[in-house]
């Protein structure tokens, strides 16, 4: 069985615990709010922002970057500062947009997967390809209820489709 990739999103201040009933490989990445801060004020031009508490949602991008930076700073050799900080910068921009107050993405579609719902999706589907999946299994990986999910899917604009008109 595979590994779930997840991510849990825990705002500075934010009391945390977590336990798994079995083995589970982790990466934790701690960004102090000053550089989140930083990171924010050049992404967003200035503008405020905090994130919002997001607990075991799938993320394959902020997975990968993770295990990047762990794989960086295990180089006992010769680690290299400005790519890590490259690395991490790169996290933080991708959690900022995609799960702060101040990202406003494009208007979607009322009813519809939001964007990030809709990358979270594809990027479950791109890696599970030849699995068998069910609609609550993608339920899931959107934080959605397999009833509201199937309405939101067939709402997506999809390849420059436009959603079928209610009768």
């Known amino acids: 069985m595979r590994a779930r990739r997840m991510l849990a999103i825990n705002p500075a201040g934010v009391e945390c615990t977590a336990t798994w009933p079995a083995g589970m490989e982790n990466v934790i990445v701690?960004?102090?709010p000053e550089s989140l801060h930083e990171?924010?004020?050049?992404?967003?031009?200035?503008a405020e922002c905090?994130?919002?508490?997001?607990?075991?949602?799938?993320d394959n991008t902020a997975f990968q970057l993770a295990k990047l930076i762990r794989e960086e700073l295990s180089n006992v050799h010769s680690t290299s500062r400005l790519y890590l900080d490259g690395l991490i910068t790169a996290l933080g921009v991708?959690?900022?947009r995609t799960y702060s107050s101040a990202f406003r993405p494009e208007r979607?579609?009322?009813?519809?997967?939001s964007k990030?719902?809709?990358d979270r999706l594809r990027d479950y589907l791109h890696e599970h390809f030849t699995k068998k999946l069910t609609i609550a299994e993608l339920a899931?990986?959107?934080g959605l209820s397999p009833v509201h999910f199937t309405r939101?899917?067939?709402k997506m604009r999809v390849f420059g489709s436009r959603p079928r008109q209610p009768r």
Not at 108 to 113: D, H, R, V, Y
């Open 94 to 96: 991708h959690v900022l």
């Open 140 to 142: 899931a990986v959107c």
């Open 39 to 46: 990171i924010a004020c050049h992404e967003f031009d200035g």
């Open 30 to 32: 701690a960004i102090s």
């Open 116 to 118: 990030a719902a809709a």
């Open 152 to 154: 939101a899917f067939t």
């Open 108 to 113: 979607e579609e009322k009813g519809a997967l």
């Open 50 to 58: 905090e994130l919002r508490p997001m607990h075991l949602t799938f």
